[in-house]
């Protein structure tokens, strides 16, 4: 069921799950693509007459009310890109919400507090998760579920409650589903994927997927010294998960026995220290030196990489090359970004998923409208490449 099939939303109580986790400083949010990409099913519902009530997270609270963890900031931000006013209420499901709710009119907007702030929000009981979502759901009268980046969570705003109301699957949902379809559904080859990032351990399962479904894996980010050590090289004090060395000594063979490419980088730049200005060089991969850490592919890499993208006629990019908030690490990501652009160009279809080479994205500045699509899920967009059923699309049948 989409919007469409809701029918007449005027003067209804639309309750819309919406992924608001933004990266934050202080109160700066230092990248609103989640809050940008939620505008466009929330006008059209204010649009439609309807009284919006918005239910999202902010980062990881532990099921009480913390200060840094409001979604001020974040209501904020919406009321100036939505162009109406947004009410955020004190509270999660009580008296300021119902009283905020209650105040509506058609066409108006409420937010409420960080539903995380309910430890019933993520609870793994499923009855207390139920009572949150009836409670939920005595704020509305029907559902939308457009918190693309959320539903892989098990959570009574995202699952529980599309079993109580009348549910719709949003806007923000519908799109990002059929973009990452292009590359789960029979995806048109080569179909390559690059993998960054810091943690091998974060991505073990789409690894695994990928290396039955894709052509050619590229890997770099922080993840990559664990490749280099199960090839038995040293990388110094770069990040490195030992436990890992015999599960991708495990991925290495099977990629080969599956006739998959794994692009590996040649050179690394590596520096004294973490840090925006520390001394560094670009060294051959398989020669870090001790006492010095990777923070970046090396220009080769990112030449090789480059090569090994732009004639995909699909191509998955998640996670940053390096540390690209550093501009002397920058450049292995911004030419993968780059290589993505020109695949793009070339007649590929280009996805970049997961927050942080999305924001990368856009904080080096490239024209966002280039890409094929850039996912607003993080863990979601990973966990849908991997062929899992997610949560909050399996209850919707989406
Ligand atoms: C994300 O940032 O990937 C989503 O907002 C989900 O957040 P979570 O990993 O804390 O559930």
Request: charged share 25%; no cysteine; proline share 5%.
């Amino acid at each position: 069921k989409t919007i469409d099939d809701l029918g007449d939303l005027r003067g209804k109580r639309v309750l819309v799950r919406a992924d608001l986790n933004v990266p934050l400083d202080g109160t700066t949010i230092t990248d609103d693509g989640r809050v940008q990409a939620a505008v466009p099913t929330l006008r059209r519902l204010v649009d439609a007459g309807a009284k919006v009530v918005v239910a999202a997270h902010l980062g990881r609270p532990k099921g009480a009310p913390e200060d840094k963890y409001s979604l001020r900031p974040v209501s904020t931000r919406l009321a100036e890109l939505l162009g109406v006013p947004v009410t955020l209420a004190e509270d999660t499901v009580g008296d300021s919400a119902r009283a905020v709710v209650a105040s509506l009119a058609d066409g108006e907007v409420a937010l409420l507090e960080n539903i995380r702030f309910d430890p019933r929000e993520t609870s793994k009981d499923d009855a207390e998760r139920a009572s949150l979502a009836q409670d939920l759901a005595a704020l509305a009268d029907v559902y939308v579920s457009d918190g693309f980046g959320v539903v892989h969570r098990k959570q009574a705003s995202v699952y529980d409650i599309a079993q109580v109301l009348p549910a719709a699957v949003g806007g923000l949902v519908l799109t990002e589903v059929e973009a990452l379809r292009r590359a789960t559904d029979d995806p048109e080859r080569p179909y390559v994927v690059v993998l960054g990032g810091s943690k091998v351990s974060d991505k073990l399962g789409v690894i695994a997927n990928l290396l039955t479904k894709a052509d050619r894996l590229l890997i770099g980010g922080g993840m990559v010294f664990t490749f280099l050590a199960a090839q038995g090289h040293s990388v110094g004090k770069s990040l490195l998960e030992e436990d890992q060395i015999d599960t991708v000594k495990g991925y290495l063979a099977q990629a080969a026995e599956n006739g998959v490419e794994i692009v590996l980088p040649t050179d690394i730049v590596v520096a004294d220290a973490f840090a925006p200005d520390s001394p560094h060089d670009v060294v051959p991969a398989d020669a870090i030196p001790d006492g010095r850490i990777g923070l970046d592919i090396g220009p080769a890499s990112a030449e090789l990489f480059a090569s090994r993208i732009t004639d995909a006629r699909t191509v998955v990019w998640n996670g940053p090359m390096g540390v690209f908030e550093f501009e002397a690490f920058a450049a292995g990501t911004r030419a993968v970004a780059q290589a993505l652009l020109d695949a793009g160009a070339n007649g590929g279809f280009s996805i970049v998923g997961g927050g942080d080479s999305a924001a990368a994205v856009r904080r080096l500045g490239f024209d966002e409208s280039g890409f094929g699509h850039i996912s607003t899920g993080g863990g979601a967009s990973l966990e849908f490449l991997e062929g899992k059923s997610l949560p909050g699309l399996a209850v919707l049948d989406a």
